[in-house]
């Protein structure tokens, strides 16, 4: 049975354990050898010292208590600050990995073909998975065909890929390669990945410190000649020593950490692979993807970086002395994807024979019924259904609200249309009467335009509509950002009350516009016992129940099933009152920094409360799907097998 979410993210979570346990023994290895050449080192010295002068002297052992502390302390502060540094730098997520390696963000009103093709298909895969659509990069000046996401969390990752990619690839090839990059996003793999890149810099800086006391040794020693120089050639030849230790032993440790995150790689390919089908349901399209690298020099980079990120990409990113597989043989992940026997696949990835048929079944049509256990097992995942109702959203979007999403402009008087009532009457009423006092006459202009748009705008396409807006929003300045969102408090609070849809929408604007950057520096603490969470729990389903439901009855019932789910772990109340939107921006946040077990709890218990009554309307499904993105957990859409047109 395949994982959800939540599973996948614990499994990280273990792995990042182990991973951790792994380099630990690393560096302990480095410790220990740097302690025992630099205790021969003093030995040696010491014995040295002793024969031309023995007045008073004591030999030294190889038991030096302070020399391993010297030793155990340099080589954490030195190893642990350049690793603290490696990650810091890159603490903005996927944005940052993709800047390092000199990616370029996609501007989202390109005319490129190619490029519009690359925008579509990242945009339908992150609607059909739930997510916010990724920052979207390219690799201008790499030809060969290479991919990769990162980030911390799904609120802040990031898709690039290389000129080549988009450029030799179909769509559906390239719609194979983004979809085995959203598996990485989606099975919790992308933190681990920027974690093993700052743990090698800190590995490796212990053998930069080498090679520079080499370069500086070697400058000493080789500009002083004959014996009056003797004291300043030995000083040089200490550092020539000192250095090359360090340099070796660096190394030594680089190498085993760069074999840990082979290994870790590979065995990760193999399940983004088969995600990836699973996504598409079309084993030809990244089955195709990777025989084209077979046959285009593979997938290395140009960048200086390559290296770096070589455990993140989806083909191999160098070769030669000293690079491990980071990926499995192109032939291996062929016949895995096609069920090819591998004898039957060349070394490049050409077919020797015939491909078997995959032999996929599609998904059965028609209406289906949705309950809570669907919705926890659909987290983190992509149904062909999904892909296609995705792609039928954004095909049937009315023209004029598709394009002004790829214009920071235009896509930020779409979100007040988005946030205001979705009945037309109020809608108008508030754009008119409201809008004025907040907006200005440039955007007014625009939001009226647009509003004209909003009756062939369905209410299921909502949701996907606000999240293709992401990457227009994150083109705004840091000054035009924030009064973006202070206006959007403004307009919320136009009807003198912020109900949960629109409360979720905010919180999903802000994911669109830094991703969870700024959330996580803003709020380090993280909750794992459910008993510190009751008053989240009853605060959030409370306002659930009120909002999913008009009958005060069916209010109460629906409460009741979120209360006996979670009986044993969280003594629920419910508040009848109005719970003040501060209230509610407190509870989320808390249970947004929550462990992944208490959001499983939360998730489930929604789906309770919203299918008590055993229907659930596209307005309720929307509802929880943002109550979802609020708390960092991908819904797809799971009424895309259901007829809601």
């Not at 945009?123 to 991919?147: F, K, L, R, T």
């Not at 996929?360 to 259904?385: E, H």
């Not at 009424?639 to 809601?644: E, G, K, S, Y």
Request: proline share 4%; glycine share 10%; hydrophobic share 45%.
């Amino acid at each position: 049975m395949a994982m959800n979410f939540f599973e996948h993210q614990e499994k990280a979570r273990r792995s990042t354990g182990r991973l951790v346990i792994l380099f630990a023994l690393a560096v302990g290895a480095i410790i220990a050898l740097l302690y025992f050449f630099f205790a021969y080192f003093l030995v040696f010295k010491s014995a040295g010292e002793s024969s031309s002068n023995t007045d008073g002297y004591r030999e030294i052992g190889l038991w030096q208590p302070m020399t391993l502390i010297y030793v155990v302390g340099g080589t954490l502060l030195c190893s642990g600050l350049a690793c603290l540094i490696k990650i810091v730098s890159l603490s903005d997520g996927g944005s940052a990995v993709a800047e390092m390696v000199g990616a370029v963000r996609v501007n989202p009103a390109t005319s490129d073909p190619q490029e519009r093709k690359y925008i579509n298909v990242v945009e339908e895969m992150a609607i059909a998975s739930g997510v916010p659509v990724p920052a979207i990069y390219i690799m201008q000046d790499e030809i060969n065909i290479n991919a990769f996401a990162a980030g911390y969390t799904v609120q802040d990752a990031a898709v690039a890929v290389t000129r080549g990619c988009i450029d030799s690839l179909n769509r559906d090839e390239l719609q194979g390669v983004v979809a085995h990059e959203f598996s990485h996003i989606l099975n919790g793999d992308m933190s681990l990945n920027i974690r093993l890149i700052g743990v090698l810099a800190g590995i490796l800086f212990i053998a930069i410190i080498g090679r520079i006391l080499l370069e500086v040794g070697a400058r000493s020693g080789g500009g002083r000649r004959g014996s009056r120089n003797k004291e300043g050639g030995g000083g040089a030849g200490a550092l020539l020593a000192i250095g090359l230790a360090l340099f070796l032993v660096g190394y030594i440790g680089y190498f085993f950490g760069s074999l840990i995150k082979a290994a870790v790689s590979r065995q990760r390919e193999f399940l983004a692979d088969a995600s990836a089908v699973q996504f598409t349901r079309n084993p030809g399209g990244i089955g195709g993807a990777l025989r084209q690298i077979g046959g285009y020099a593979d997938g290395e980079l140009e960048t200086k970086r390559a290296s770096e990120i070589s455990h993140m990409c989806f083909s191999s990113t160098i070769s030669g002395f000293f690079s491990f597989a980071t990926h499995p043989p192109l032939p291996e992940r062929i016949s895995r994807i096609e069920n090819t026997p591998l004898e039957a696949i060349g070394p490049g990835g050409a077919t020797l024979g015939a491909p078997l048929a995959a032999g996929v079944a599609g998904l059965a049509g028609g209406t289906i019924r949705t309950s809570a256990a669907d919705v926890i097992a659909s987290t983190g995942s992509v149904t062909k259904a999904g892909v296609e109702k995705a792609i039928h959203i954004v095909a049937s979007l009315p023209a004029g609200l598709a394009e002004a999403a790829q214009h920071p402009l235009s896509a930020s008087a779409l979100v007040y249309l988005l946030i205001l009532p979705e009945n037309k009457k109020e809608r108008r009423k508030l754009a008119r009467t409201g809008l004025p006092g907040i907006l200005g006459q440039d955007e007014l202009g625009e939001l009226y335009r647009l509003e004209k748009l909003m009756p062939g705008l369905a209410a299921h396409a909502r949701l996907p509509l606000l999240e293709m807006c992401a990457p227009a929003l994150r083109n705004l300045t840091s000054d035009q950002a924030r009064e973006f969102t202070g206006r959007i408090e403004r307009i919320v609070k136009l009807d003198n009350e912020v109900d949960l849809r629109e409360f979720c929408y905010i919180t999903m604007i802000e994911f669109c516009l830094y991703g969870n950057g700024r959330l996580r520096r803003k709020n380090k603490k993280r909750y794992k016992n459910f008993d510190e969470m009751a008053g989240d729990f009853s605060c959030v389903l409370s306002v659930l129940a009120t909002a999913g439901h008009s009958d005060p009855g069916q209010r109460t019932l629906s409460f009741e099933m979120a209360r006996s789910l979670l009986a044993g772990r969280v003594k629920l109340r419910y508040e009848t009152e109005g719970i003040p939107v501060g209230e509610l921006r407190t509870s989320i946040g808390r249970l947004a920094r929550s462990s992944v077990r208490i959001r499983e709890a939360l998730l489930s218990a929604a789906s309770h409360c919203v299918l008590a009554d055993d229907t659930i309307e596209v307005e309720e499904a929307e509802l929880l799907r943002a109550l979802a993105h609020a708390v960092g957990v991908p819904v797809p859409l799971f009424l895309a097998d259901t007829d809601i047109d």
